[in-house]
Structures are given as C-alpha cells and as structure tokens.
C-alpha cells in the first residue's frame, strides 16, 4: 500500500469513529423547461430501503396512502431528535448571507448582511455561478464558484474549473480551496442551492451531475469533511433524482428532494462517502389538469419544495398546487396529507419553502402559473400543529427566494429583479421593512444555524 493510500485508509478509519469538532442541465436556466420537466407518472405511495453495499438485499413494502382526515402515529424515530451542536450563538451568527450570482455574470459575490438593519456589511468575491454553505456557528463560509475561462476536461459537464473555497467570515481570508467534482450548475435562476452543512458542521454536501450510461445523466452527492479538509473519495448515487435540494440531517444522513421521481430520499453516507443505505418516500403526483395560456399541462402536482423539521424527525413535503405531506423521517411513512386553500390561479413557486426555527410555522411562497411569472408576491403561513391557514402576506415587492431570517422568527424575501429583501413578520401578518440595494440580483440567502435558534 502506497503512503498516500495509507493516509487516506487512516483518514477514513478515523472518520468512522464519529464526529469529529466543531451539473448542469442543459435546460438548468430555462424555468419553463424545468416545470415541464416534472411531469411523470402517477404512482401509489410506497416505501423502499435500498441497501448498496455488496450483501444489500432490495427491501420493498406497501405503503397505504393517507387522507386528509386519517394520520397515522409517527413510528419512533431511531434518529436523535436533538440535532443543533453544542456551541453558543455568538457575534458571527448576527448576520444573513445573500449569493448574489450579478445576473450570471463571470463574477459573482457573496454579501454578509447585518441582522438589525438588513444592510450589507461586507463582500466576499466569487466566480461564476456561487454556491454557499455556512458552518453553524458563522465563523466559516464555504464558497463554490467556477471560472469559465479554465476548461479542465472531465471535473462537470461544461468542462469548467471549479472550486470551493474556505473563507474566514471575519477577515475574508480565503483559508483553502479544493477542486469540486461535478458540481450542479446553472445557466441562470437557481431557485434551490446546490449544497448544506451537517448540523455538527462537520460535513459539507454538495449535488452532482454527470455523463451516465447511454448518454443519460447521473445524479449524486459529493462530501467534503471540513475538519480534515479533504474531500471524501467517493460519491452517494441517487440515481434519476433530476434537479436536488439537499437537506442535513444529522450525523452522515441527508434528506435528498427529488423533481424528476417525486419523490424524499433519506441518504446515509458510508465511510468513504458512498452510499451506505437509501430509504425512498414516494410521493404522490397530486392530479392538476390545468394549462398555460398555450394549452400546454404544467404538471403543478410536482412538488415544488420542502422543509425539515429543527429535531429532524419530521419532514414537509409541498407540491406546487399546494398539497403539503408530512414525512416522518423514522419510518418514513406519510402521516398526513393537508390541502392549502389556494386561488385557482395560484401555485407554490418552486423552490419557495421555509419553516421558521421553532417549526410551528411553514411558509411557503405564492405566485400566479399563467402569465410565466416565476417570482412570487405573496406568503402562505401555516401552523403546523393545528393546519390551519393564515391570511396571505401580500409583499410590495416580488420575490425569488424565501429564508428563515436570523433569529429564525421572520422571512426574508430575495428580490433579484429589485435588489432587495423584504423582511416579514409571520406573527403579525406583515411586512415590517424593505431593504433596498442588495447587489445586483440577490437569489438565495442563509443565517448560520446557530443564528436561527
């Protein structure tokens, strides 16, 4: 055994003795491409776990689907239900981090707000298409971006160098930089972001697309270990996924929300960064026969987005016509089901969910399917023990994105057309402050976990 695999055998034994400290679509860019993209077959509910280590047998077992008026008691979860790491807020978790990709320029930035004004306090430079992850306590930025003048045969799709660098928040210092492999990236309108932190910050996930097997894509995850700084050999397949949005669970699991299938897929991360286990949730296709202007079907069943629960037991799955499941992630089981009370006109814009930190409320952002209007200019609030549906808040201005605020009480809302965010007070039914000049097309916005709790 050569000397550097015995580092990386030694790197991957010491990994498993548990935690340690504190692609590009073609049509990526194409926001009606990406609808239409979604229509798929109508399936029963169903529950798999798919084992992919060698001695993995296939499991399958029926799932029943569950109506409005039936839900189920949620199994016990064989997943701790305290997942936030030992560490105390302190002055680096004061502020909200904006990815400003400057309308898919070459270069692009990153914007630290300050949590009292909502005004920016500093910059930190990037390239093109800008994806961001926080550690939870705000002291690290982990900032992917591309150069599109380098073209390196074989790392993504498009040929282009990509990298991610590990910046010091306070100082900006960039600390390193790594080559990613096969990172998912955008010609425009990212409207989910491409990688999460592990609540422990140990563990960076990233999506990756690549060229598969008869010229059709493969979808996975790569992760990169922020303690020993170096990039996890392998990959976790997920495969026929389509466009991703990752959500950290704890430890090496991840909550993986796929467009193309429909469906949750709960991930736990082998040694070396594979797959270890796969548990799939279908979820349902909720029947919509409405059509565009043009006459053509949208498919507004397909989800539109999700959200997990602060204990990461519980997740919330929502479909653009407004059809909310809730998962528990123990067994994964669907437990109920709840219809949204929504204009015919209205859907819930993709990628356009939040759950505030106390997780009593799921906001989730509204906007109009027939004129091709993708951003939203309304919020739908709803309370997540009793169901019950809040008033629309009505935003003077539209918006892309939708975030948990720091201190994880308020919303803020991205407008990337208008250069703002619109900061909203789900408790009293408001928006409370416009803050205008937030670069030039702010998209997708953060706080550090511990910020928001």
Request: glycine share 10%; proline share 5%.
């Amino acid at each position: 055994m050569s000397s550097t695999d015995e580092e990386l055998r030694r790197e991957l034994e010491s990994f498993a003795e548990g935690p340690g400290p504190p692609g590009t679509h073609s049509d990526a860019g194409d926001p009606l491409g990406t609808v239409l993209r979604r229509a798929r077959l109508r399936r029963r509910w169903r529950f798999a776990v798919i084992g992919v280590v060698a001695s993995s047998s296939l499991l399958l077992a029926g799932l029943a689907f569950v109506s409005l008026s039936d839900r189920a008691e949620p199994s016990q979860s064989r997943r701790a239900h305290i997942v936030a790491p030992a560490q105390e807020p302190g002055p680096y978790t004061d502020r909200f981090y904006v990815v400003d990709p400057k309308n898919y320029s070459m270069t692009s930035q990153v914007l630290a707000l300050s949590r009292k004004t909502g005004e920016v306090v500093r910059s930190y430079p990037a390239g093109y298409d800008p994806a961001l992850a926080l550690s939870p306590d705000g002291r690290t930025l982990y900032i992917a971006s591309a150069d599109p003048d380098v073209r390196v045969p074989g790392q993504n799709v498009e040929g282009l160098k990509d990298t991610l660098a590990v910046v010091d928040s306070e100082t900006g210092a960039i600390r390193q930089t790594v080559e990613l492999r096969s990172r998912v990236l955008h010609a425009a309108l990212a409207s989910t972001s491409t990688m999460t932190m592990s609540t422990d910050g140990r563990l960076l996930y990233y999506a990756q697309v690549g060229n598969g097997s008869e010229g059709e894509r493969s979808f996975s995850v790569g992760t990169f270990d922020t303690v020993r700084e170096v990039m996890l050999p392998q990959s976790a397949e997920i495969d026929q996924c389509g466009d991703s949005d990752l959500f950290a669970l704890e430890g090496r699991e991840l909550a993986v929300l796929c467009s193309a299938t429909n469906d949750l897929r709960v991930v736990e991360l082998a040694d070396d960064g594979s797959a270890a286990s796969v548990e799939v949730v279908e979820i349902e296709n909720v029947p919509d026969d409405r059509t565009d202007s043009n006459g053509n079907f949208l498919d507004l069943g397909a989800l539109a987005g999700g959200a997990v629960s602060p204990d990461a037991s519980t997740f919330y799955a929502v479909s653009q016509n407004g059809k909310i499941f809730v998962i528990d992630l123990g067994s994964g089981e669907i437990t109920s089901s709840h219809q949204l009370d929504l204009p015919k006109a209205r859907v819930i814009d993709y990628g356009r969910v939040a759950l505030l930190s106390s997780g009593a409320q799921l906001a989730m952002g509204s906007g109009r399917f027939d004129d091709y209007e993708y951003d939203s200019d309304e919020i739908v609030v709803v309370d997540t023990s009793k169901w019950s549906q809040q008033a629309p808040i009505l935003t003077t201005r539209d918006f892309w994105s939708i975030e948990t605020g720091p201190g994880g009480s308020q919303l803020w809302a991205l407008g990337k057309e208008s250069s703002t965010i619109q900061i909203v007070d789900p408790s009293q039914d408001d928006e409370i402050r416009v803050v205008k000049g937030i670069g030039e097309s702010p998209e997708l916005g953060q706080a550090p976990l511990l910020g928001t709790r």
